[in-house]
């Protein structure tokens, strides 16, 4: 029988047990093994049935246990040392108050918005990367005590839980998340009412929101529900899921992501008295509808729409982390249109300035759709990929905005992710330092290094100790003790991937009797590979199994052989990678191999978090150069496994055979998609066999991997504190929130007004900016030829069109030229004016062009717009350039 309403009973915390609720409400306990072992002392039988989860543990912990606790000196000891750390973290100065003492120019807050975030197991608000990547973020910004504010969406049945078929098809699962259960608190207002947020929706409906708040350390994490009793069904279900529904619900998800979450945020920060952010972040283009709740707010004030986009664009920050089109949400003209206006949202705000905005009205562009990471980019002055290789990629990708520009010009630079090396480090790594510095405590010196910089200077502490010390305690290890811990992980990993496995079986509908065989599968002296992550198809989940025998015979190998641990989840409406999962599950499946390699559905953080400690190797093996980043061969390094993996994303910037190996590419070789993945796994197959592992099992005669461990130890030493997240936010920091938040102030209402008139006052007078004359001194260049060292003495009229020689900049831009004469490493000088304008209005440049490189060099002059308030000169999109056919003159209006 089933109950018609289901709600949580809490039980009543004796007064000295109180601040256990607060420890539990803070998510801090995620990362904190301190917080985590009072919590498991509380209830040792209940802490695993509760998943580890502090908010399900008290929530069935019982009256005898709290009241036993409650006299108990020792753990009341205990508690209080958590909970004073706790508070000492929350209020006391970190790096960034420090760099505010210092005199740097830092934001007030940031907004930090996305559409996902994996902070823990216990809040399931994730599907992947993206969400990991946002989860971390928060963390490091806690750690280093940047004023930051998260903002989501709460989906009732998160992404799915997986299974598998007995045939091996993956089974899709929604339990339904009660907030009340999870580690959350309902925002009220001050009359205790819930406070909420209201969007106007077409034919005079609305769908409000809830807001949920998690606590990330510092950092709260705001969280919209829509289902509320003020709104139709339909409206309810608007956060449902994640990435579920077709165009209109993924339009209504982002629009209460990006519209009601700046509602949000001001609500918040109206109660609480947090700063109000000075710059957003964009997290991926589906929060992008912020920046026309923003316009809207500004319009409130008396800016008109131009003026209001300057300061928007000013104090936004735009992060795009995908590297194909197809990985971006696009909506029909019409279905935008219809959203907004005065019979939607935004009402003053014209559907005719709306829409231009997100349109793909660009060169490979389609003209009927609306991209909202077109938007993202239209709305954001600083925008950046997630690794160096992205960025161009990303340059490449987007480079219709800016014509005229070469990719390497357009104005998106990359921030390289990192991992939160608390929450993905096991335990017994952490540990790994601490009979170097004698305490226990500093066993989390990998850990600590999270925010310290490499160089050493700065921690989350101030300064008191430094990330050099920190990880190089790791290079003093004793061999034995490194391959005793990779042991020992590894044997974790074998009991872990058993008891999966067994429960996998059990669902697909296999007896007890049938799965003896379970007990031995893994060893823990094999070489063990792991792979999981989404099932994209770039990803080629299947790879490994191009040729099926080569396989066997690596698994199966008499004095070297291995095993694979798989896992992965495929989107529930992509059957062609459920098929992908289906294929692997059968391979794995057959019992002449079965003992050596497994795929476990229901891949998550608590899965991740077991995984990556117990592989020896990281495999990797997307299509070039699709992967944006590649985060999860970065928490595995932090563990000590080495990288074997295609030069994609981040592996791209920092591979060095110290830390791996990386699988030979066809891109650009290979003609078509089969002969390069026939390529690609034969080359893995023989990296395998032929390098990887006879390195494993190359022992000396203490019966140790030297060369393996080595291996280890540099990883851990020089890798670990390259990938970790407290570097990447600083790095937003120092290069793109700092920045955006000096933009902004310098926009007051009057300087805003003055720089959309400006902008207008260009885009009037483009077409008639041209480069009407070049020429240089004839004796410099003889024959075709000149002299390393020379100097050309270059002589430019250009037609500035009614504007000044302050609007604009004029530029020779040179370098070396290939057989089609397109000039690459590219150097820009500026010329000078030299006197006014002649009859026929025109100015003249003058300035010198040193020859500094030998061979094929060539150069040409360009005007771009040029402003104090422009972070680059190809912010407009717009340049002038000499006629391709007679190298004069040639206006052209870009944008």
């Known amino acids: 029988m089933k109950a018609i309403r289901r709600f949580t009973v809490r039980p009543v915390l004796p007064e000295p047990l109180q601040p256990l609720s607060d420890l539990a409400r803070n998510l801090r306990w995620s990362w904190h093994t301190e917080t985590q072992q009072l919590f498991q002392a509380a209830d040792p039988e209940g802490w695993r049935p509760a998943d580890a989860d502090p908010v399900r543990l008290l929530g069935a912990v019982s009256a005898g246990r709290l009241t036993e606790l409650a006299g108990d000196q020792h753990f009341l000891r205990r508690l209080a040392e958590v909970s004073d750390d706790l508070r000492q973290y929350v209020s006391g100065p970190r790096w960034y108050q420090n760099q505010l003492s210092q005199g740097a120019e830092l934001p007030a807050a940031v907004a930090y918005f996305s559409p996902e975030f994996g902070v823990t197991a216990a809040l399931p608000q994730y599907s992947g990367g993206l969400g990991i990547l946002a989860g971390d973020h928060l963390k490091a910004a806690s750690d280093l ?11 009732r049945h998160g992404y799915f839980r997986q299974s598998l078929s007995r045939d091996g098809w993956q089974q899709e699962h929604y339990p339904v998340l009660d907030p009340d259960e999870l580690p959350l608190t309902l925002v009220r207002e001050p009359d205790g009412s819930p ?6 929706l077409p034919g005079g409906r609305s769908l409000h929101a809830s807001i949920w708040q998690a606590q990330v350390g510092r950092v709260p994490l705001l969280l919209l529900d829509s289902d509320v009793e003020e709104n139709a069904p339909g409206e309810r279900d608007v956060t449902d899921r994640l990435y579920g529904g077709g165009s209109d619900h993924r339009l209504l998800q982002e629009m209460l992501l990006g519209i009601g979450g700046v509602r949000a945020v001001r609500t918040y920060c109206r109660l609480t008295g947090h700063p109000v952010p000075e710059v957003f972040h964009t997290n991926e283009g589906h929060a992008g509808f912020l920046g026309l709740e923003r316009i809207r707010e500004l319009s409130e004030t008396g800016l008109d729409f ?4 300057e300061v928007v664009r000013a104090g936004t920050v735009f992060t795009t982390h995908t590297p194909v089109p197809a990985g971006i949400d696009r909506f029909e003209r019409q279905l935008v249109a219809r959203h907004f206006g005065d019979d939607g949202e935004l009402p003053g705000v014209g559907v005719e300035r709306i829409l231009p905005l997100g349109m793909e009205t660009y ?8 991209n909202m990471a077109v938007m993202g980019l239209r709305l954001a002055q600083r925008a950046n990929g997630v690794s160096t290789l992205h960025g161009a990629v990303s340059r490449e990708m987007f480079s219709g905005l800016w014509p005229g520009f070469d990719p390497s010009e357009v104005p998106i630079t990359s921030v390289t992710n990192g991992v939160h090396a608390p929450t993905w480090v096991a335990p017994e790594v952490l540990r790994l330092g601490a009979r170097k510095f004698g305490t226990e405590r500093a066993g989390n010196a990998l850990a600590g290094a999270e925010v310290g910089e490499t160089s050493g200077a700065e921690t989350d502490d101030g300064g008191r100790t430094g990330t050099p010390r920190r990880w190089s305690a790791v290079a003093a290890v004793p061999d034995q003790e490194i391959w005793d811990l990779r042991r020992g992980l590894r044997e974790q990993l074998v009991t872990e991937v058993r008891k999966r496995l ?17 007990d031995g599968v893994l060893d823990p002296d094999v070489l063990t590979i792991g792979f999981a992550r989404r099932v994209p198809s ?3 989940l299947t790879l490994m199994l191009h040729d099926r025998d080569r396989l066997r015979a690596l698994l199966l190998h008499p004095t070297h052989p291995i095993q694979i641990v798989v896992a992965g989840k495929a989107h529930p409406a992509d059957d062609g990678g459920k098929r992908l999962v289906q294929e692997l599950v059968r391979f794995a499946d057959d019992p002449r191999v079965r003992h050596r390699i497994v795929f476990l559905p229901d891949y998550g953080m608590a899965m991740a978090q077991k995984l990556y400690p117990g592989c020896d190797v990281w495999l990797n093996n997307p299509l070039r150069p699709l992967e944006a980043c590649g985060t999860s061969g970065m928490k ?9 993996s295609v030069r994609d994303g981040w592996w791209d910037e920092w591979f060095e055979p110290d830390f791996g190996w990386a699988i030979p590419t066809a891109d650009g070789s290979a003609t078509n998609e089969d002969r390069r993945d026939e390529l690609e796994a034969n080359a893995l197959y023989s990296l395998i066999e032929d390098r990887v592992a006879p390195r494993f099992y190359d022992r000396n005669a203490r019966d140790l991997p030297e060369r393996w461990i080595e291996m280890v130890r540099r990883t851990l030493v020089t890798l670990g504190p390259k990938v970790l997240a407290g570097r990447m936010v600083r790095e937003y920091v120092e290069r793109l929130y700092a920045p955006a938040a000096l933009a902004r102030r310098a926009l007051q209402p009057a300087t805003a007004r003055e720089l959309a008139g400006w902008k207008a006052r260009i885009h009037a007078a483009w077409p008639d900016v041209a480069v009407d004359h070049v020429e240089a001194a004839a004796d410099t260049v003889v024959g075709g030829s000149a002299e390393l060292g020379s100097t050309l003495a270059l002589r430019v009229r250009i037609a500035l069109g009614g504007l000044e020689p302050d609007d604009v900049e004029v530029q020779v831009v040179a370098g070396r030229v290939d057989s089609a004469d397109a000039i690459a490493e590219v150097q820009t000088f500026p010329l000078k004016p030299a006197g ?7 100015w003249l440049y003058e300035g010198p062009l040193a020859l500094d490189r030998t061979g094929p060099y060539g150069y040409t002059v360009r005007v771009l717009p040029s402003h104090p308030l422009l972070a680059s000169g190809a912010e407009l999109g717009l340049v002038a350039v000499p006629n391709a056919s007679t190298g004069e003159g040639g206006g052209v209006l870009l944008r």
């Open 145 to 155: 005590g940047v004023p930051l504010i998260g903002v989501g969406l709460l989906y």
């Open 195 to 200: 406070s909420r947020v209201v969007l106007a």
């Open 306 to 309: 131009d003026a209001a986009l």
């Open 363 to 370: 060169p490979g562009g389609e003209p009927g759709l609306f």
């Open 502 to 518: 067994y429960a996998s079986w059990r669902r697909r509908g296999a007896g007890t009797a049938e799965l003896d065989w379970i």
């Open 538 to 540: 770039y990803k080629r």
């Open 636 to 644: 595995a390094a932090l563990n000590g496994c080495l990288n074997l």
């Open 836 to 842: 006014g304008h002649d009859l026929e209005g025109r």
